[in-house]
């Protein structure tokens, strides 16, 4: 079976307690807590995975401990070529630990893997478990006022709707930014709100001159609270409607994943009609997100005549979108065992039509834009995401395949009706703005295709099938899908009463958040904007609240080459973005 | 830079008119759910499907009416509603000026449903016009005059009533007859 | 819990007659400050499309400006998150008196999905006076701009509280079964949801419905098979006409006894008039 052979190699190195299987491709082992960071290390560095989410549970009603599951998805290094897994071989292997209440101590895996940086410190956040040698412990998810010894998504710690007293609005608590040491340093402040980003997230950054040196952020302004309501108020019905509004652009992803996740853990095969409606409606997703992340890019750099064109075009992405499921954001459509919404042969129709729209016009833009030497001219070289720097951080979406790194969901893990689809991995080499721009707009074109080959291939079948709730209180299992901005995957565990007992969701832009501050090393504090926009981060996506650490041993490494790629300075902005 | 110059030529004036004229949205768009109080039989299956609870209905405070209220300001336009009601009594419109000045009360809609009364202990539990819709479907579902008699009993027996009967004759060894 | 009690001196600067006063002179041109207090970005996006030339909203004078300091109208998305509680007082206070603010969203307006979670406080109005309130999630552009022209005066609010209170005569809700058991339309009916989803799949059974009646006698299978595929043929959308087959099959076989023969080949090539 697959996963045999991982699971195989990690007895080699530590001692394998237990193994369990939760779909045909997820496994998952439970080590001693000792053995923690070197198996994650081996499976992560050795074997070849990267890290998809890290779960920490209170199972103190099951087995008297808190467990954390560290799930990586196993498809190979992928640094160089043939750096990579057999395709039939690809997995989930995860790795669990069990800890007991009276220490509520782990070894943090971050020195040996720094992708897990944000998921240890959200692990103390939320539950009280504490790192041993994380460098960073600032809370990470919650509010700057919350009270220090509250720690929410503890079973026993407090009912959903309670609310701890704020404090008075003109004595804000201040968070605690990381500075780099050192004199003739300006600091920053960029946000919450500001007009160049959409959603609220405060970066600091740390110049010398114009250039930046450093930069420390504090999102997670939008936690709210979900996976504890999910746990409370929700049942398996209603949970995909919470689920889409994680965030508001890729919502119709985290949906899919979720509701996935519920199914896969009941082990539920729904009707290959859904599967491929549901691709469809996620491909539309891809379409009018990234129009709308190259317009913004275009945008931030003063172009306002593409930026314009760009939107124009995606209101035909949103009147597809409103024709497929009946509102312009694709809301309101997937429940467990399928869809609540068919295509009739009317609506395939009308959408090739508006497809053909969008594929003629947006050609027509990006040729225009790729023609203008200063677009193109701002974009190269800023923002470089070092492919190590990538790789260590698991990054995700077109932020990796633009640092040359060919990962992406559909690929290596073809979910629902992806097995009869053909496409192509857009992947880009430069690290740079411009890369990611490319990948992007190298998806449109294959998104096109894959709703076409979909409406061809449309299956007949019913749209959706009466799920067995019979379900099996702890029965776990992950879904994941390539949302627009990466590898969305959320975690399911299976409660009592139509309820889930614990809902990880992790979105792609949590993945991709650590790695940012080195993208603004030695950048230009004019391109600050263009930077965050370049990883289309979705900030509401992200949902708690955090602060990236020091790494204290890779960053020594990283900075150096950083360096290298400094001070680009960008004579012809057309624009100045960061007004001082 | 100037090829953009083009485009825009080609494609001309691309913005709507709305709101100087009027806007329309695709067909079976989701927009603000319609209530037809003369259809709503009270039987809560909308509240109960509802994920953001915009819907709730409940008994007002003497218990004499069963009120049904729907807060379009925390709907989601999810069309659960639509999607479970029998009667449809509810139905997404395509309806999407909701705006309201000042007064947020604007945003509801309500209705008050009779209460029906348990026969037996005389309690509140439902709606009369919810008895009144399950005997008209079994009264169509190919029953017997006997037992379509026994129904009509059953369906005004509140379901506490329903369980201590069921537990008592259980006990007894008798076939379950509420008279 | 204690939340935020506005001042009295921007209490005093804010009264009804202030604010119309404020309305009478922007009415051409006022500025919108965005705040963003937690919401999901649905809303943001379709403010940000809203702003867009296809629609244009500086056709009335509308204008995003980069500081609550230079702005008339606030405009407030998202359930007030505990972390966006501080920096929305902040852009409250430093917006010029009189100021007018706008909830967008359900979540703005009243918490939405949100609304009990320990991590927000329920929408802007919980926090500051809300002027007006755009519902949906997220609003549709022209929502948006219908609730801006709204509150500027230059349209007419639509929306007021309905409540009923006597109840009429309550309709027949159900009809006459077609083959005297009404299981058989609760089945169709069920099943049709299941191939087609509730919107289509109601039309779907309406359809199958006037088909099994046209046929005349409904209990006689072969006239059922031909006129159920009769209306397979002049239906124009090969969809709703594979699903007549597919209910024939599966649901009407289940009431009346129907011989292999009787049933109708689902081949597409049979009927479809090509997509």
């Known amino acids: 079976m697959k996963c045999d052979k991982f699971i195989e190699a990690l007895s080699q190195k530590v001692k394998v307690l237990e193994v369990t299987r939760q779909y045909e491709d997820q496994v998952t082992a439970l080590v001693e807590l000792n053995d923690l960071p070197e198996a994650v290390r081996f499976l992560y560095y050795d074997v070849g995975g990267y890290l998809s989410t890290m779960v920490a549970n209170d199972e103190r009603e099951i ?518 | 830079m100037l090829k953009l110059l083009d485009i825009s030529k080609k494609y001309g004036d691309a913005t709507h008119k709305y709101p100087f004229e009027p806007y329309v949205v695709a067909d079976n768009f989701r927009g603000k759910p319609a209530y037809k109080f003369d259809l709503c039989i009270g039987c809560a299956a909308c509240g109960i499907a509802c994920p953001s609870n915009a819907i709730t209905v409940q008994f007002n405070e003497d218990q004499s009416k069963l009120v049904w209220e729907f807060d379009c300001g925390r709907c989601i336009f999810c069309g659960r509603c639509d999607e479970v009601c029998p009667t449809a009594a509810i139905t997404l419109s395509n309806e999407f000026e909701l705006a309201v000045k000042f007064d947020k009360n604007a945003l509801i809609q309500r209705g008050e449903l009779e209460t029906q009364y348990c026969s037996k202990c005389n309690k509140p539990f439902s709606a009369k016009r919810l008895v009144h819709y399950g005997y008209e479907c079994l009264s169509k579902a190919n029953l017997g005059e006997k037992r379509l008699k026994e129904a009509e009993n059953y369906l005004t027996v509140c379901p506490t009533c329903k369980k201590t009967a069921t537990a008592t004759s259980f006990t007894r060894g008798e076939e379950m007859v509420i008279e | 819990m204690k939340t935020y009690e506005v001042p009295q001196e921007i209490q005093d600067a804010n009264t009804l007659e202030d604010k119309l006063e404020l309305l009478k002179h922007i009415g051409r041109s006022f500025s919108v400050y965005r705040v963003d207090c937690g919401s999901c970005n649905g809303c943001e996006i379709e403010i940000f499309a809203a702003i867009t030339p296809m629609w244009d909203p500086e056709r009335f004078g509308f204008k995003l400006v980069a500081n609550p300091r230079h702005a008339d109208i606030l405009l407030c998305t998202g359930p007030v998150t505990r972390q966006m509680y501080y920096p929305l007082l902040r852009a409250y206070e430093a917006t010029p008196d009189p100021k007018i603010v706008v909830a967008l969203g359900a979540c703005g307006v009243s918490g939405g999905i949100f609304y009990d979670a320990y991590s927000v406080l329920s929408g802007i109005d919980k926090i500051i006076p809300v002027d007006a309130y755009i519902p949906g999630c997220p609003p549709h552009p022209a929502s948006i701009i219908y609730g801006l022209t709204t509150a500027l005066g230059v349209m007419e609010q639509r929306l007021e509280k309905v409540s009923f209170e006597e109840e009429g005569e309550l309709p027949s809700l159900v009809k006459d079964s077609v083959i005297g058991n009404i299981l058989f339309e609760r089945d169709l009916l069920v099943e049709a949801k299941k191939l087609m989803s509730y919107i289509f799949g109601r039309k779907l059974f309406d359809k199958y419905l006037a088909a099994l009646v046209k046929s005349g006698d409904i209990k006689n299978t072969k006239a059922t098979k031909e006129s159920v595929t009769e209306a397979m043929k002049i239906e124009d959308d090969p969809r709703y006409a594979e699903c007549m087959g597919i209910l024939h099959n599966k649901i009407y076989a289940q009431y009346v006894p129907c011989e292999e023969e009787d049933k109708i080949s689902l081949h597409r090539v049979e009927w479809s008039k090509g997509l």
């Not at chain 1, 509004?245 to 890729?250: A, F, K």
């Open chain 1, 63 to 580: 087995n008297k401990h808190y467990a954390l599951y560290y799930a990586l998805s196993i498809e190979g290094g992928k640094m160089f070529e043939g750096d990579e897994i057999e395709q039939d071989e690809k997995c989930f292997v995860t790795v669990k630990v069990l800890i007991s209440p009276d220490s509520l101590t782990f070894p943090s895996v971050t020195p040996v893997v720094p992708a897990c940086v944000w998921y240890e410190r959200e692990a103390y956040d939320m539950f009280g478990l504490v790192a041993e040698g994380l460098p960073d412990k600032r809370r990470l998810a919650l509010s700057d006022d919350w009270p220090e010894d509250l720690f929410p998504l503890r079973k026993d710690a407090m009912d959903y709707r309670h609310r701890p007293d704020m404090v008075d609005h003109d004595k804000e608590p201040e968070y605690n930014f990381l500075k780099p040491e050192g004199s003739g340093m300006v600091e920053l402040p960029l946000g919450p709100l500001h007009i160049t980003s959409d959603e609220p997230g405060h970066f600091r950054l740390f110049c010398d001159g114009d250039t930046i040196i450093d930069a420390d952020y504090r999102l997670f302004y939008q936690h709210r609270g979900m996976e504890k309501l999910a746990e409370n108020r929700m049942n398996y019905d209603q949970m995909g409607y919470l689920a889409e509004r994680v965030c508001g652009i890729c919502g119709y992803a985290h949906a899919i994943a979720c509701i996935e996740s519920a199914e896969k853990s009941v082990n539920l095969e729904i009707p290959a009609r859904a599967q491929a409606i549901r691709i469809v409606c996620l491909e539309i997703e891809r379409l009018h997100s990234h129009l709308l992340n190259i317009g913004l890019a275009c945008e931030v750099t003063g172009n306002y005549n593409a930026f314009m064109h760009l939107f124009r075009i995606r209101e035909y992405s949103m009147k597809l979108a409103e024709l497929v499921t009946g509102g312009r954001k694709t809301y309101g459509n997937v429940v467990m065992g399928g869809l609540r919404r068919d295509m009739t042969g009317k609506e395939i129709k009308k959408s090739l039509e508006i497809l053909q729209i969008i594929e003629v016009q947006v050609n027509e833009v990006w040729d225009a834009i790729m023609d203008d030497k200063r677009q193109v001219k701002r974009w190269t070289g800023v923002g470089i995401l070092d492919k190590q720097v990538a790789r260590d951080f698991s990054a995700v979406g077109p932020n990796v395949r633009g640092s040359g790194i060919k990962r992406d969901t559909r690929y290596d893990h073809p979910y629902d009706f992806f097995k009869h689809i053909e496409f192509e991995v857009a992947v880009a080499h430069g690290c740079d703005v411009l890369s990611r721009e490319m990948v992007r707009y190298m998806e449109l074109k294959s998104s096109i295709s894959i709703i076409r080959q979909c409406f061809e291939l449309m299956p007949q079948t019913a749209i959706i099938i009466e799920p067995e709730l019979n379900v099996k209180p702890e029965n776990f299992a992950l879904a994941y899908d390539e949302a627009p901005r990466g590898e969305n995957v959320h975690w399911v565990m299976q409660g009592n009463a139509q309820k889930i007992y614990r809902w990880r969701c992790r979105a792609a832009t949590y993945n991709n958040w650590p790695s940012l501050r080195f993208q603004f090393r030695g950048n230009n504090i004019a391109d600050a904007a263009l930077i965050v926009c370049s990883l289309d981060p979705c900030f509401s996506c992200t949902e708690r609240v955090t602060v990236v650490d020091v790494n204290s041993k890779k960053s020594k490494i990283l900075t150096n080459k950083d360096l290298k790629s400094f001070s680009r300075t960008q004579k012809d902005s057309p624009l100045k973005d960061i007004r001082c």
